[in-house]
């Protein structure tokens, strides 16, 4: 069995001396217990990636966002460069609360995926269906264009880089339907199990079998303690991205247990 991968995404809240105390506490947890046998991630807000880069830990760290271009006059964006230089490891790209709130398209999330990729950074890349989408059966074709229009952003090269990639798999998919997030309506299993099947299917696709073996799709929408083994004992769920229920250290502590058992 693949190892499982979660990732708590902050979103907007903390504060600097939060972030770090929450970081710590989180971090002492994970190395004390050595029952953990899942990987972790944390995507903290900007401000505070580079203090938490400085704390030693097994954590994966990402940035919630980037921009593609190394510099330039772009006011208020961060770039990889800027991220590399504080020694994070990548960024999630196109989260739905920006495709929502910030005109993120799939074309925009594919030049982030190639830039960060040639920069050898890691990838969440976030797709998933509105409810008014589910509700009038476009589910598949909605994740079918988000994958094929975000990967044909990337160079031939870039692509042939995840390719070769297979045991350090830069590339995540998250899932996130976007009516389940921070709504407490979760998918059903089910649901999850089926969509994560059909993002295997096109991964092949545009790599190749054993390529989309290797990407980890992780399940993302009001995941928390109480449902997270029914999405997490399937074979087909390498993961979960977390938001509400990755904010309290312990909560998401007890997460990371929960899929170590
Ligand atoms: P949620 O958020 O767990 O609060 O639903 C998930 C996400 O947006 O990544």
Redesign the pocket.
């Known amino acids: 069995m693949k190892k499982k991968y979660i990732v708590g ?1 902050w ?1 907007m809240f903390k504060t600097v001396e939060s972030a770090k105390n929450d970081f710590s506490v989180l971090n002492q947890l994970l190395s004390q217990n050595t029952h953990i046998t899942c990987d972790v991630g944390i995507c903290p807000p900007t401000l505070f990636l580079n203090a938490l880069s400085a704390e030693k830990s097994s954590i994966t760290l990402y940035a919630q966002n980037t921009h593609w271009e190394n510099e330039g006059a772009f006011t208020g964006e961060t770039s990889i460069r800027m991220l590399k230089s504080a020694n994070i490891d990548g960024s999630l790209v196109a ?3 920006r495709r929502q709130y910030f005109n993120e398209t799939n074309e925009t999330a594919g030049k982030k995926i190639n830039a960060l990729i040639k920069n050898n950074m890691k990838v969440i890349y ?1 797709v998933g269906e509105s409810l008014e989408e589910r509700e009038s059966g476009k589910v598949y074709d909605v994740i079918k264009t988000q994958l094929k229009d975000a990967f044909s952003q990337c160079k031939k090269s870039t692509l042939e880089l995840i390719q070769s990639n297979l045991e350090k798999m830069p590339v995540s998919v ?1 899932y ?1 339907p976007v009516w ?4 407490g309506k979760a998918a059903t299993p089910k649901d999850a199990h089926d969509v994560h099947t059909y993002i295997r299917k096109e991964l092949a696709e545009i790599f190749n079998q054993e390529t989309a073996n290797s990407i980890q799709i992780l399940y ?4 928390k303690p109480e449902n997270i083994k029914d999405y997490l004992t399937d074979d087909e769920i390498d993961g979960a ?6 904010l309290d250290p312990k909560v998401f502590f007890e997460l990371c247990s929960l899929v170590s058992l």
Request: hydrophobic share 30%; aromatic share 0%; glycine share 22%.
């Open positions: 995404n979103k989260h739905s609360e976030c998250a996130e389940a997030i921070g709504t993302g929408g009001s995941v991205l977390v938001g509400g229920a990755s």
